[in-house]
């Protein structure tokens, strides 16, 4: 009995648990009490204790109960009514798309093409007596992958992979390679992820930057930018972690590819057609974005829409044939439902999106408030000084809570700044897309963050932090200048 009791106590919820639970609920539906201020209404009340709730409850505890929690909320504010909070919330289309995608890249890692990817790029004659470059080509090819690729099961699958590299080179289990390495998995796929809004709630904050300016983003432009940006980037970070973290990358030169299996020896072929189906949706969506006045452009934007490209891809994938003789679809749902679809990044979606639109609603009088403050910042200020603000605001805003809440909320009050300086708003705007989805450092930031920061592998939560505290000013180091040159000659 006293093994049991003592088991059960280990069990129960800290109490800065449960402090946080009370605060989080305390924000949601109690803030609205609260006597207005400024331009604030009684409703913009309710909706800012929704939105300050859902970005401390991310932060602090997790992401599936403040989001149900949010959804209650959200439905008695006044804003709006409990069905059609619903309606708005779970039958958003950066909603369905991502479930569409997500069933789409989580297949390629559950058939093995990972897997099959790191034996055919990593095990070239070019990285022998090279673990510098082995390190950079492995997180920086990993890294832009995951523009086709999901980066949350992809990162699942490198940081395994990763801990196995280690692990066969004998590198200690609490080593600077662990944590340099993972962390560079964590930022490398999170900016190949982030380089082309083309999907998700990063999709959702670019066509919010549209309605807003009136001016479409150039995904092909964008696409230029943010690539320089993510191997620069990742390259300062390897070449400069060796130094800061003292880390030994030569004894990993023994590490045996063979530990990857003999399934990684070939690709599979409904692996090859679930890759192929996938490109071809990613570069009609990226086309249809880079070519809007064509009549392709016209028919993939506004006819069948990106979520309906997706769509289109996922359903295809589930009836073409795998190409194996086992008489099934390329993808099985059955098999892959379970660890495909991140319903973590479902409900951040959801949830954080129609709340941070309804924070900059007229009805709130959040965004005049919000306006007056940072009014003083950037009136009559450059183009330059507004672009490098809204990169350095950013990146701290996005490690403070929801990225997502954070990038639709500075929206609508940066952009008429950037329209009145004469700026071409594409620069602003995908600077401000590309750092906002860099949440890493606390493990609420993101779903690619809470994922990192759970890692057994990883338990030194100081060293996790400074790791991606040093990521974050690598992205600062290299995407000011990046983007400033840019808007410099272009804009």
């Known amino acids: 009995m006293g093994t049991i009791s003592k088991t059960l106590v280990q069990k129960h919820y800290s109490p800065s648990y449960i402090i946080n639970i009370i605060i989080t609920l305390a924000l949601m539906f109690g803030f609205g009490f609260l006597p207005p201020f400024a331009t604030l209404t009684p409703v913009g009340m309710r909706i800012l204790g929704v939105f300050l709730g859902v970005v401390y409850g991310y932060s602090t505890c997790d992401v599936v109960w403040p989001s149900l929690f949010a959804i209650l909320a959200y439905g008695i504010s006044g804003y709006t009514t409990m069905g059609e909070a619903i309606t708005s919330m779970m039958g958003h289309t950066v909603v369905f798309q991502s479930i569409v995608c997500f069933i789409a890249a989580g297949a390629l890692t559950h058939y093995g093409f990972g897997k099959w990817f790191i034996r055919w790029s990593l095990t070239k004659k070019i990285f022998q007596g090279k673990p510098l470059l082995y390190v950079w080509a492995f997180i920086t090819l990993f890294g832009l992958s995951a523009v086709v690729i999901n980066q949350i099961p992809l990162a699942i699958l490198l940081y395994a992979i990763w801990n196995d590299i280690a692990d066969s080179c004998g590198y200690p289990k609490n080593s600077s390679f662990r944590y340099v390495g993972m962390g560079g998995i964590l930022l490398g796929t999170i900016l190949g992820g982030g380089m082309i809004p083309y999907q998700s709630w990063m999709l959702g904050l670019a066509d919010t930057w549209v309605s807003v300016t009136g001016q479409p983003l150039n995904f092909g432009l964008m696409g230029v930018m943010t690539g320089i940006c993510t191997v620069l980037i990742l390259t300062l970070y390897v070449l400069a972690s060796k130094y800061v973290f003292h880390v030994d990358y030569s004894i990993m030169e023994a590490f045996d590819v063979e530990k990857l299996g003999e399934e990684s020896k070939r690709l599979r072929p409904r692996s090859k057609r679930i890759i192929i189906v996938y490109l071809i949706t990613v570069v009609a969506v990226i086309l249809g974005s880079t070519l809007p006045n064509t ?182 180091v290299v995407s000011i200048p990046v983007f400033s040159i840019f808007a410099l000659l272009l804009g």
């Open 295 to 476: 009549a392709f452009g016209n028919f993939i934007n506004n006819t069948l829409t990106v979520a309906g490209v997706f769509c289109l891809g996922a359903a295809v994938l589930l009836i073409m044939p795998s190409g194996e003789g086992d008489g099934k679809g390329c993808i099985v749902f059955s098999e892959v439902k379970d660890t495909a679809i991140s319903w973590q990044v479902i409900f951040m979606c959801a949830v954080t999106l129609p709340v941070a639109t309804a924070v900059t609603s007229d009805a709130t009088g959040i965004v005049p408030w919000l306006s007056g403050v940072f009014s003083p910042i950037f009136e009559g200020q450059s183009a330059l000084f507004i672009l490098v603000f809204t990169i350095i605001l950013s990146i701290i805003l996005t490690n403070v809570g929801s990225n997502i809440a954070f990038g639709a909320a500075m929206i609508p009050i940066i952009a008429p700044f950037v329209m009145q300086s004469g700026m071409d708003p594409q620069f602003a705007g995908a600077a401000l897309i590309y750092i906002i989805g860099i949440g890493m450092v606390l493990p609420g930031a993101s779903a690619p963050a809470s994922i990192f920061h759970s890692q057994e592998s990883l338990p030194n939560g100081a060293m996790r932090i400074k790791v991606t505290l040093f990521g974050c000013a690598c992205v600062l």
